[in-house]
């Protein structure tokens, strides 16, 4: 699986746009981008993903740049309850373990 | 609407001692993971199964044994608890494919502190 290397913090006033970025320049033709956030004592929870085309769900929107080697996970209007670490992670449909590989990766401070 | 399921939630146990950790999903998945976090860090997987019956070992499995007797349910054993395994322990599930898109669910987590 390919790694992905993200800002270790970022902060975001609460009602704005949070742009969260992901470099990824490993990835391959058959794996997809993930974003996974887990609030502070909390289990992970699954947001979005994609493979080549920009994705919107009911959370995010999440940005993927056309040699798929970066991505961009957009909370449109951030409330205090997005503060939490947000991990963007690289994995195919298959695989015999079918785990996910997390990194350290970013914590979003979202201020009043 | 459960989705996964760990128990206990908190357990404080001596130097030696053993325990078990039990996840529960009902969403009928075949696959389950056993991840542990530590402070500052992202989670790593321990032992992880692919269906009933079966299991493999992860990142970091020394330590820890599992079982997979129904479908449902995927234990954690630590027979001789030592300090290095205080964490907090995550278990998940997942349905692979290009259906499930390789969604997985975690529970909410085990904090476990050995003295």
């Known amino acids: 699986d390919a790694k992905t290397t993200q800002p270790t913090s970022m902060d975001c006033a609460e009602g704005r746009a949070a742009n969260l970025p992901c470099n990824h320049s490993t990835i391959s033709g058959n794996e997809y981008v993930y974003w996974y956030r887990q609030i502070h004592s909390q289990g992970p929870q699954y947001i979005i993903h994609g493979l080549k085309n920009n994705e919107t769900n009911e959370m995010a929107s999440l940005i993927i740049t056309e040699d798929r080697k970066s991505s961009t996970l957009i909370l449109p209007h951030a409330t205090l309850r997005d503060t939490a670490v947000y991990y963007c992670i690289v994995k195919n449909y298959g695989g015999s373990q079918g785990n996910l590989i997390f990194g350290k990766g970013t914590k979003l401070s979202v201020k009043p | 609407n459960a989705g996964v399921t760990q128990t206990p939630k908190f357990r404080v146990l001596k130097t030696g001692q053993s325990m078990t950790l039990l996840c529960a999903q009902d969403?009928?998945?075949?696959?389950m993971y056993w991840y542990r976090q530590d402070p500052g860090m992202g989670l790593r997987l321990i032992h992880y199964s692919v269906g009933e019956g079966t299991t493999a070992k992860g990142e970091v499995p020394d330590g820890y044994n599992v079982s997979r007797l129904k479908k449902q349910n995927f234990l954690l054993g630590l027979e001789s608890a030592a300090p290095s395994q205080t964490s907090v322990y995550f278990c998940a599930s997942s349905q692979q494919g290009a259906r499930a898109k390789n969604i997985q669910y975690f529970g909410a987590g085990t904090r476990l502190s050995v003295l």
């Open positions: 969403m009928n998945h075949e696959y």
